[in-house]
């Protein structure tokens, strides 16, 4: 019988000092880069943006491949563009470890001609690539938030996390086939490393964040391997008018219902999701009720070569869909409902690693 190991947040006294972060406040070191080249790790930084145009962009700066990492830089950076029409193109580019640097002290990461700063207020962005040249400016409209010492831990290893820029404003500068845009939209940053496979690690995970009314909300809830019991690791964040609120298994529950079998991916997905966050009297009820897959694939159908027929012999199962619908926030004070605020364009991904469960 295999023996089941323990998958926890970290969010103990003890876990800020291994983690040396302070449980009160993020500081500006934590977007720095958080892993050593040498050691078997990767290490993320994630950005996107919606324009007020309708076209959005995602960027990734990437020091090696998560899924597929070693003890040496593998270096790229990616650019994906949709324009308003809903027309996506993608761009990467991938240099020698030689041509990537990133401080410790703050987040600075340069991958060859293709830099991203900020001190978790302000960040400049730059990318470029043939007759592409993107600059950015995210300005953060709320606070850095980190769900307890930033990290999941499963058995010696661990997935950290770190939303430096919850919301932000946008503005933008696009050249594409010499033509030049000039946007303005919303955006968010994230900070993502880890010292083991996420295949290894998590069976799935749902993840959304919104805007609903004043509420700021950002939730995940993270399904580990069978190797750990397929323990769930919930986390929410709601900034209510500036109140940053934190939530984790200690203080909140998820409820899924309504499971359909999405054609595309051949996966279980929970129609309506619903987060509960207890915060002394007040309660905060986030309901996600999808209408829509707007996104869904295998994998496996992304890979090509050797790559795709090593993940066929190993069984590779793996999904990513995402959902769009109504994202509910409800506030209750002794039980007694004082506010609802709906945001009927939400959006929301499943990530979906593992095989399916069977029950």
């Not at 969010?11 to 892993?35: I, S």
């Not at 580990?224 to 986390?235: M, S």
Request: hydrophobic content about 35%.
């Amino acid at each position: 019988m295999m023996s089941v190991q323990i998958a926890r947040a970290a969010n103990q006294p003890a876990d800020f000092k291994k983690y040396h972060v302070n449980p009160d406040y993020v500081e500006a070191w934590e977007d720095g880069m958080r892993t050593n080249a040498a050691d078997r790790s990767f290490e993320w930084w994630y950005l996107d943006a919606s324009m007020n145009d309708g076209s959005s962009v995602v960027l990734t700066y990437m020091t090696k491949d998560a899924m597929n990492f070693g003890t040496k830089l593998t270096p790229w950076v990616s650019f994906e563009w949709t324009d308003k029409a809903g027309q996506t193109t993608s761009w990467r580019v991938d240099v020698s470890p030689e041509e990537f640097s990133a401080s410790k002290e703050h987040c600075d990461v340069k991958i060859g001609k293709n830099t991203l700063s900020g001190d978790l207020k302000t960040y400049t962005v730059h990318f470029e690539k043939d007759d592409v040249v993107a600059d950015l400016t995210f300005e953060n409209t709320r606070h850095a938030w980190r769900p307890g010492a930033g990290a999941n831990e499963f058995g010696d290893h661990y997935f950290a996390w770190l939303p430096a820029v919850p919301a932000a404003t946008v503005s933008a500068t696009i050249q594409m086939n010499d033509q030049i845009t000039t946007l303005t939209g919303k955006g968010y940053h994230d900070h993502n490393w880890g010292n083991e496979s996420m295949l290894k690690l998590m069976h799935h995970w749902y993840w959304g964040r919104a805007a609903v009314g004043d509420y700021q909300v950002i939730s995940t809830e993270t399904t580990a391997e069978k190797a750990f019991g397929y323990t769930k690791l919930p986390v929410m964040m709601i900034d209510d008018h500036g109140q940053l609120i934190s939530g984790d298994a200690a203080n909140m529950t998820v409820e899924d219902s309504d499971t359909f079998i999405d054609e595309d991916t051949n996966k279980p997905v929970q129609k309506t999701l619903r987060y509960r966050l207890k915060n002394g009297d007040t309660e905060y009820i986030v309901t996600y009720a999808e209408k829509k897959v707007i996104s869904g694939f295998k994998m496996i159908d992304q890979l090509t070569g050797a790559k795709k027929a090593l993940a066929k012999l190993a069984g590779f199962d793996g999904a990513y869909l995402r959902f769009t619908g109504d994202i509910i926030v409800q506030k209750l004070i002794n039980g007694q409902e004082v506010d609802q605020q709906v945001n009927p364009d939400g959006i929301w991904e499943l990530m979906y690693f593992g095989k399916t469960i069977k029950e």
